[in-house]
């Protein structure tokens, strides 16, 4: 199973960018990398997947480097309503082998 | 609307009494899975199902059971509950395939086992 590191807790104020760094060191070929979002009391909400390079969507970023060994979640301009634990899920696509969710990097955005 | 729904939301129950948590999804996806949520030890997948009749154990399998046998149902159940399976339960489906395979998850389930 690909084990995840995250950091346990990120501060920052709105308006400025995010990174949340996750860690991966023996993701497999058939993996992608997701990212969700969860507030208190409510299931994740999937925010953007990847297998390599760089994905961009309307709420973010993913970078993935060339050994896949990392990723990195960027969430441009932060507002208080970003405020959320975010989880890196690095998993097989084929659906053959358990998903292991990282702890979680808890976000607080600041005014 | 597409979603995934779960019942009951909320179930307070005692030691030993069995009980089913109902999952259902509406989108026709092949993968649906169960994950209980700890206060400090994020989502742990209990079982997943890759189709119908066909399911596999996650990280954290032991005192549940799961029943794939129609393709949008997922039902978990506990035979014998104890107040360990005290926890938030997420039921969550998503498609299979490179770069599709975004999960969907259901409201969640609070139990108490008392």
């Known amino acids: 199973l690909a084990k995840t590191t995250q950091p346990i807790s990120m501060d920052s104020y709105e308006g400025q960018e995010v990174n949340i760094t996750c860690s991966h060191n023996?993701?497999?070929?058939?993996?992608?990398i997701t990212w969700y979002q969860q507030f208190p009391s409510q299931g994740p909400r999937f925010i953007i997947q990847?297998?390599?390079t760089k994905v961009t969507n309307e709420v973010a970023s993913l970078f993935i480097p060339a050994d896949r060994k990392s990723s990195t979640l960027s969430l441009p301009r932060v507002s208080l309503s970003d405020t959320a634990v975010y989880y890196c899920?690095?998993?097989?696509?084929?659906?053959?082998?358990?998903?292991?969710f990282g702890s979680g990097t808890r976000l607080q955005v600041q005014p | 609307e597409a979603q995934v729904t779960q019942n009951p939301r909320y179930l307070i129950t005692v030691t030993g009494k069995k009980l089913t948590v109902t999952c259902s999804q509406n989108?026709?996806?092949?993968?649906m899975s169960w994950y209980r949520q700890d206060p400090g030890l994020g989502l742990r997948q209990i079982y997943y199902?890759?189709?119908?009749?066909?399911?596999d154990k996650g990280d954290v399998p032991e005192g549940y059971k799961v029943s794939r046998k129609e393709k949008r149902n997922f039902p978990l159940i506990l035979e014998s509950p104890s107040p360990n399976q005290t926890s938030l339960y997420f039921c969550?489906?998503?498609?299979?395939?490179?770069?599709?395979?975004?999960?969907?998850f259901g409201p969640g389930t609070r139990l108490t086992v008392l």
């Open positions: 969550a489906s998503s498609s299979l395939g490179a770069g599709d395979n975004e999960q969907f």
């Open positions: 023996n993701i497999a070929t058939n993996d992608y």
């Open positions: 990847g297998y390599k």
């Open positions: 899920l690095v998993g097989d696509y084929t659906g053959r082998r358990a998903l292991t």
């Open positions: 989108m026709n996806h092949e993968y």
């Open positions: 199902s890759m189709n119908v009749e066909v399911t």
